[in-house]
Each structure stands twice: as C-alpha cells, then as structure tokens.
C-alpha cells in the first residue's frame, strides 16, 4: 500500500487510511510497519533548480513555513518515533515536526541524498547543456550510471532499503515518519510500489508533502 495525501486539509484522510492500513494488518499480519515518507522543506537552490545531493543547504524561508504547516497537520499522529537525514534542510524540517509531535529527532546517515558529485550545485538545465551524452544515458539507465564522483541508484536503493529495513523492524506497529531527500524517498515509493527504478526521477515526492507506504522488511527485493 501507498499513498500521497496531497491535500493540506488531510487528517480526515488518514482517518480512513489508518482504518484501511489496519485492516490490511490483519489480513496480511501484523509485520507491516506503516512509515510516513517526508521530503524536505524548500531550499534556495530547489528554488534555482541545482542539484544538492550531499552539500548541506539549509531551508528557505518557505522551507520553514511548509515545515510549520505540515507540522501542524501531523501534531495528532501518534509516531512511535521520527528519523531523518543529517543534513540540515532535512533534519530542520524533522526539528520541526518534533515540536508538535513530541518525539526526539533520530539520525540516520544512510537517509541523505543521493550523491551528486562532479554535479552538485550546477542547474539542470546546465547539466543538461554541458553533459548532453551522459544525461542521455543516465536518463535511460540510471540504476548503473552513476554522476561522476557520485552514486548510481542501485547504490542509493542498496543503503536507503537497508535503513528503512532496520527501522521497520524495530517499530513494527508504527507510524514512523521518515524525512529525508527527493531521489532517496522515490527509491522507497518505488521498491515499495514494485516499480522499476529505472523509473524513480518520475516519483519523486514534492517538498513537505506526506507519502505513506506500508513496509515488510526484509521482503522487498533489490533489482
């Protein structure tokens, strides 16, 4: 199961989920945990479209206030705990969510983006410009080619799988919510969804919008 609750007003939804999720439980047992994928409030450079993979910018002012919102949506869930990335425009946006939440932070260094290398902090349309041949492939086949200095997908999905697995198994009853980066959490839809991840670029979550996916670890399969 996963869902996008796109809609801010949607706490009326996950009654509704939550009912269905619960069903789903006892039909299938009880070893899905229920996990709440989060991406990052907005950054500057989200704003000026540069990749940010590993360097650690910070939110911007609306970054803060979609954290805020959200925040406030989130406040009944009971999360049995929150994990986030390390870096700031993640963690910040989990800082937040904890204030109304009340649980303590979790980092988890395996939740960070995928690693941009030689690209990190150019545009995409420069990329684009610069790199024409190795876009061209890496659109095509981005599970094995990699950015140069920078990871692939495969090795993105290997250490994002193996964190989100971990965490399953230690609160099986969940919620949990999970924040953390743009490619790093279509990774999750998508092994989650049974999709291609060859496919990922097209499931990437918008900024501070909650996903929530039902996780069984150790059963989804790496290609």
Same mark, same amino acid.
């Given at each position: ?61 609306? +970054?803060? @206030?979609?954290?805020? &919102? *959200? =925040?406030?949506?989130? #406040? ?9 990335? /390390? ?61 140069? +200095?920078? @990871?692939?997908?495969? &090795? *993105? =999905?290997?250490?994002? #799988? ?9 609160? /099986? ?51």
């Amino acid at each position: 199961m996963s869902l996008s609750l796109l809609r801010l007003g949607f706490l009326s939804d996950y009654v509704s989920i939550k009912t269905s999720v619960q069903s789903a439980k006892i039909n299938e047992g009880s070893n899905m945990t229920e996990l709440w994928l989060v991406r990052h409030g907005e950054t500057i450079w989200n704003q000026e479209g540069r990749l940010q993979g590993s360097i650690d910018i910070e939110l911007n002012e609306n +970054g803060v @206030e979609q954290a805020r &919102q *959200l =925040a406030l949506k989130l #406040k009944e869930v009971k999360f049995q705990s929150i994990f986030s990335s /390390p870096l700031k425009r993640a963690l910040k946006t989990a800082e937040i969510i904890a204030t109304q939440t009340g649980q303590t932070v979790q980092i988890d260094e395996r939740l960070v983006e995928v690693r941009m290398g030689e690209w990190e902090g150019m545009r995409s349309v420069d990329i684009r410009r610069q790199f024409p041949d190795l876009v061209a492939r890496r659109d095509a086949d981005p599970l094995h080619v990699p950015v140069p +200095g920078g @990871e692939n997908v495969l &090795q *993105l =999905a290997v250490r994002v #799988k193996k964190a989100i697995d971990e965490i399953a198994a230690r609160y /099986p009853a969940g919620p949990v919510l999970i924040v953390s980066h743009g490619l790093s959490l279509a990774a999750v839809i998508c092994l989650v969804r049974d999709i291609s991840l060859n496919e990922v670029f097209r499931h990437i979550p918008e900024n501070a919008t909650p996903t929530i996916v039902e996780w069984i670890p150790g059963q989804v399969v790496l290609p």
